[in-house]
């Protein structure tokens, strides 16, 4: 996942064509989300703080959705 997300940065013309959306998150707001499917970037903005929690796939209550089992469904076989 991380090549695909260097490789997206890296391309330039991607980047020049590619549909972006902006979203200003509320002054003084926390939020939370689950980017493992979806590409995305900071464009802008004075502070982050990110955190990583690692879940074993076996542990998920629909493992079916994990960015791991999808990309094997694509892939069309194990990647592990």
Do not use: C
Not at 8 to 28: C, I, N, R, T, W
Not at 63 to 69: F, G, H, I, N, Q
Request: negative net charge; without cysteine.
């Amino acid at each position: 996942m991380l090549q695909i997300h260097d490789r997206m940065k890296a391309d330039l013309s991607y980047q020049a064509e590619v549909e972006q959306l902006a979203f200003d998150f509320p002054l003084g707001n926390t939020w939370i989300v689950f980017s493992g499917q979806v590409s995305h970037a900071a464009m802008a903005g004075q502070h982050l703080f990110e955190q990583t929690f690692y879940l074993p796939v076996t542990a998920m209550s629909d493992e079916t959705k994990s960015p791991l089992r999808v990309l094997e469904r694509l892939a069309g076989q194990s990647l592990t």
